[in-house]
């Protein structure tokens, strides 16, 4: 039986095909602070079953889609190329299912968050109807091979999805780890919005066939946009997590990721509003605060920080301020609107620094007689920066922890925040206070970018050589269709076809392996250069050539809906 007190968090599982930039690293940061806050066969039971899929495929994602889902005729997820595709595929019956989840997700409101996601899955999918999914493939070798059809792979993301619970050890026969058994079902999965559909369809469906408990809440969160656009290395636009860190350091960064996207929507990232943030919300509001208010210790008390008990009615506004903080920032936690937890933060820090002004602590150093109100005033500063402080740990921890060491104070347990003046009367301050933030100069920032994305070189794409219209006449384009084909006996990229021209039957050797299997490629009407001189391509003949573009899978035959023997001009 799992711990209340426990908490299990997990996010999706990272892909390494290039270097991480500033839009991948968001979910980690960003489950990072809610934590510091807080596979197996279903074929013996039915619910699988052999046939044959045909549909549109992505080879980006490895996915198949129907028509209605493409968008523009492209893939939905990522918005490459599809293409038709055929193969022999174990189905998990997902319809099985359909109407167990939808009252799932009635009983229980809170599964997805946000209500936005919800809405997407239930009127996309679940009330379209759900087809049974694909689980298996003939495609590729690089899976886990299917023990009852070795011919057969596991779909990636049905291992992906198990990995949830084998990582914590569960076992099919039940001998389940003690891991599984203390931490599942998990607590929140983190997940982009793009994969919402694996997670709040699929997962449980899965989870459901196999009686096990169903994750307590799936939580999918938007993107992080450069400017108005997806960052994509094809549009130039990326920005790396490692350069940021080197310009701006782990805090700053961790600050603009989860005050600038919201809960719901996508965020943006633009080099301005990112110096904008620093300067105003961490140099300004956050790092002045706390330096004027040590430097004030430090020059009227030595940096002895002591509660005289002297007050006015404008200390009570700073301290419900500060006290009324505490509930609203944990909820909007616990809820997981992070953007709107660090507004509530900065509402007491800006009230901090109106404080000073409404105090004047510089007129009260003047009077000896108002010494016990100046010690009061530094003092109700230095507990409300504590305030900040410990809940900003969850946010900016290395901050925190610095603010709370120049303070120097062990109080700094978020559940004892419940009363204003907790901190030591008496303690000293340090008198080397640390600029928390430097004030950023835009220009030198963007010189800096400069150097990050130094402009291409210009390459002149090197020119076909022209040819005469004479030339174009030698060669003669007639319509075929391919009447019998086989691979290429010493060439895995190569297919051997027999296609009729009209007037004889040629043999010809194609690199189009990749994209076309052999059974596939039978009847396909082509373009043929009829008159090429034979060759022989890897041992065998070739009579001919026929009309392609494209690279690997995304290669396409070019056709022709003529009659055989057409001849085109």
Not at 437 to 449: G, I, N, Q, S, Y
Request: net charge negative.
């Amino acid at each position: 039986m799992k711990d209340k007190k426990n908490f299990y968090l997990t996010t999706a599982i990272t892909y390494t095909s290039g270097k991480p930039h500033i839009g991948n690293t968001y979910e980690i940061v960003l489950s990072d602070a809610i934590v510091r806050h807080k596979r197996q066969e279903l074929y013996d039971q039915g619910d699988i079953y052999l046939d044959y899929y045909e549909g549109y495929y992505c080879d980006a994602c490895e996915s198949f889609f129907t028509e209605s889902q493409l968008v523009d005729g492209k893939c939905p997820d990522c918005g490459g190329e599809v293409h038709l595709a055929k193969e022999e595929a174990y189905f998990f019956k997902l319809s099985k299912y359909q109407d167990r989840l939808l009252q799932y997700y009635n009983d229980h409101p809170e599964f997805i968050e946000p209500e936005s996601r919800k809405n997407e899955m239930i009127n996309n999918f679940l009330k379209p109807g759900l087809q049974d999914l694909c689980v298996s493939r003939t495609s590729f070798k690089w899976s886990i091979p299917v023990d009852f059809n070795p011919k057969h792979v596991v779909y990636v993301w049905i291992d992906a999805l198990i990995n949830y619970i084998t990582g914590l050890g569960y076992d099919v026969d039940g001998n389940n780890g003690e891991l599984y058994n203390e931490f599942w079902p998990a607590d929140v999965h983190v997940i982009g919005k793009d994969i919402v559909r694996f997670h709040t369809i699929y997962w449980p469906i899965l989870l459901m066939a196999l009686d096990l408990p169903l994750p307590k809440q799936v939580f999918g969160h938007p993107w992080l946009l450069m400017g108005e656009s997806k960052m994509s290395k094809h549009l130039g636009n990326v920005i790396y997590a490692d350069d940021l860190v080197e310009m701006f350091g782990v805090d700053a960064v961790r600050y603009y990721l989860l005050h600038e996207i919201p809960y719901d929507n996508d965020g943006s990232i633009t080099w301005d509003l990112l110096i904008e943030r620093i300067n105003g919300d961490l140099a300004n509001i956050l790092g002045n605060l706390v330096n004027r208010t040590l430097a004030m210790s430090n020059k009227y008390f030595g940096g002895i920080v002591e509660n005289r008990g002297v007050s006015e009615p404008v200390d009570d506004e700073l301290k419900q301020t500060a006290l009324n903080m505490v509930p609203k920032f944990n909820k909007l936690m616990d809820e997981y609107k992070l953007a709107k937890a660090i507004d509530e933060i900065f509402v007491l820090l800006r009230r901090t620094n109106k404080y000073i002004d409404d105090t004047t602590p510089w007129v009260l150093a003047k009077d000896e007689s108002k010494k016990d109100r100046l010690a009061t005033v530094l003092y109700n500063l230095t507990e409300a920066i504590r305030f900040a402080a410990v809940t900003l740990e969850s946010i900016m921890p290395s901050t925190s922890k610095k603010i709370l060491d120049m303070i120097n104070t062990d109080q700094r347990d978020l559940l004892n925040l419940d009363t204003f003046g907790l901190y030591q009367s008496g303690t000293k301050v340090t008198d080397h206070p640390e600029v928390l933030f430097a004030r950023l100069d835009p220009k030198e920032v963007m010189a800096k970018v400069e150097k990050l994305n130094p402009p291409k070189p210009v390459v002149e794409k090197k020119k076909t050589p022209e040819i005469t219209i004479d030339d174009f006449g030698k060669m003669e384009l007639v319509v075929g269709e391919v009447v019998k084909c086989e691979k290429h006996p010493n060439a895995d990229k190569l297919l051997v076809s027999q296609i009729n021209v009209g007037d004889e039957t040629k043999q010809i050797v194609s690199g189009i392996a990749d994209a076309y299997k052999p059974e596939d490629f039978v009847g396909t009407k082509v373009i043929v250069v009829n008159n090429l001189k034979p060759a022989k391509l890897r041992g065998v003949e070739s009579q001919g050539m026929i009309l392609a573009g494209g690279k690997g899978k995304k290669l396409k035959v070019a056709t022709a809906d003529l009659p055989v023997g057409t001849i085109i001009h």
